[in-house]
């Protein structure tokens, strides 16, 4: 590593200038993308931090290997083998700090619209001092008194943020599916095989969407009970028909031409994809069969429960669980459409322009500022100059929400107390189970409006 790029890590670290990789041959990144991977980080680290402390297993490992453990835990005052590090109460501080950290900042960063600003060089820049300021936070967080208080009263605030980050999720979803739909049918214009990506992709989404649904009618239901599984798969394959047919209604075609099925197939398999979650975490139910007391609702093979690998449906729901908290905190930052359906547009839109990759802006560096080749690291795009091109605020408060998110997440909701990393995506679990559902309807409801909200308000401009 060449001293310029010493010099230059050190003023990323401890100074406002822009983080870049010592490697000139890296492709280059922008200013504000290179920001928000930082904090990503930053937040990824913290999930991690939460997913060992709510492992016994991991604690255990720690006691067997780490000489004078009890001594330490005794010295930092977290018990005997320090209880206080592990479970449900670790995480609740630990993401008590993390959201803390972004909820400064959110207060910091409203109103910063120029990379000038003395707030937005703290923004971009002295990642080493606001990592030390993080650590501090979640350690700090283990020395609040009176737990069973803090507990309780963090236990709702979290549910809150939660819930409202699960909403901006689901629009989220809807704005994609929309933008999708809008930018392949764009293309359909000037070449026609555009036609039949259309079709292709939308054929393929409902297949997936009815496999899934026969899968859960198997596995989920039995003739001598599950009424429960039954009605809510029976309603939720009901509104999927419904919204589909609403999308292609000639109403809605007068209003929206671009509107079709493509969206509809997208919101299908999302609605499929938490109703499987769901079931997966409703207790089972039992009945009587040939004198033994046997589990239904529950997946089966061959007249025997099939066996799954606990820690691999674990790490699966983990890793599906903070792919959707990521895609939510990053894409939510930089679509001005995000969460604002239904509220009429003030810009002019932009041109629309058929591309595969649909999700990512064309790469235009326009009259931007380059630097870092001439010191051997990666190249910096600085494309704040002329202004922000993202809301830092809007930015750290997603962050903030998606903290509370994992927290609940990972402490099962409302049932915190016997919650263990090894069984925390297993089933028997109704406050997940119920929390999930009423996702899947919420995500129906905000899809149904986009469809028929230039209908009811047809002098309104709308974003999708």
């Known amino acids: 590593m060449s001293l310029a ?12 200038s822009e983080c870049a990789l010592c490697c000139s041959g890296c492709p280059k990144i922008k200013t504000s993308t290179g920001t928000r991977v930082m904090y990503t980080l930053y937040h990824i680290l913290g999930t991690i931090v939460c997913f060992l402390m709510l492992s016994p297993t991991v604690g255990d490992v720690l006691k067997e290997h780490v000489p004078y453990y009890n001594e330490f835990c005794r010295t930092i005052q977290a018990g005997n083998s320090c209880e206080k590090l592990v479970g449900y109460s670790a995480v609740y501080k630990v993401c008590f700090g993390m959201a803390v950290f972004f909820f400064i900042f959110f207060l910091l960063m409203i109103n910063v619209n120029t990379s000038k600003d003395c707030r937005a060089k703290l923004h971009n820049g002295f990642w080493f001092v606001k990592l030390v300021v993080l650590i501090g936070m979640c350690a700090g ?43 392949w049918w764009a293309g359909t214009a000037q070449n026609k095989c555009w036609y039949v990506a259309l079709t292709l992709v939308t054929l393929i989404l409902y297949l997936v969407a009815i ?23 029976g309603v939720n394959t009901g509104l999927c028909f419904i919204v589909s047919m609403v999308a292609i209604s000639p109403c809605v075609q007068k209003y929206q031409p671009s509107s ?35 589990s239904i609702c529950t997946p089966q093979l061959l007249g025997k429960g099939l066996q799954t690998d606990d820690k691999l449906v674990s790490v699966l729901g983990a890793i599906i669980m903070y792919g959707c908290v990521l895609y939510a905190c990053l894409v939510s930052t930089t679509r001005s459409s995000s969460i ?83 069984t925390l995506f297993g089933s028997g679990n109704p406050s997940t189970f119920w929390i999930k559902m009423a996702s ?16 009811c308000c047809p002098k309104r401009e709308f974003l999708v």
């Open 340 to 422: 604002t359906l239904g509220v009429s547009s003030v810009s002019t839109p932009e041109p629309i322009q058929a591309r595969c990759c649909f999700c990512f802006a064309p790469d235009e560096e326009g009259n931007y500022e380059v630097d870092g080749s001439e010191r051997g690291v990666q190249k910096v795009i600085h494309n704040e100059k002329p202004g922000v091109v993202y809301s830092y605020s809007f930015f750290h408060f997603v962050f903030f929400l998606g903290s509370l998110y994992v927290m609940m997440t990972l402490t099962n909701w409302l049932e915190y107390e016997t919650v263990e990393l090894e």
């Open 440 to 455: 899947c309807w919420i995500c129906i409801l905000l899809f149904l409006w986009t469809l028929i909200a230039p209908m």
């Open 141 to 183: 967080a283990f020395f609040i008194p009176d737990e069973d208080t803090f507990h309780k009263a963090w236990m709702y605030i979290g549910a809150a943020g939660a819930f409202l980050f699960i909403l901006i999720q689901l629009i989220l979803l809807v704005e994609f599916a929309h933008t999708w739909n809008k930018t």
């Open 5 to 16: 790029c010493c010099v230059s890590q050190l003023a990323c670290c401890c100074g406002s």
């Open 260 to 294: 079709g099925l493509l969206q509809s197939a997208v919101i299908s398999c999302y609605v499929m994809y938490l109703t499987f979650s769901s079931l997966a975490n409703a207790p089972p139910e039992y009945v009587m069969k040939n004198g033994v007391n046997t």
């Open 211 to 233: 496999f899934a649904l026969v899968l859960m009618v198997i596995f989920y239901t039995d003739f001598d009970g599950c009424k429960l599984n039954k009605i809510l798969l």
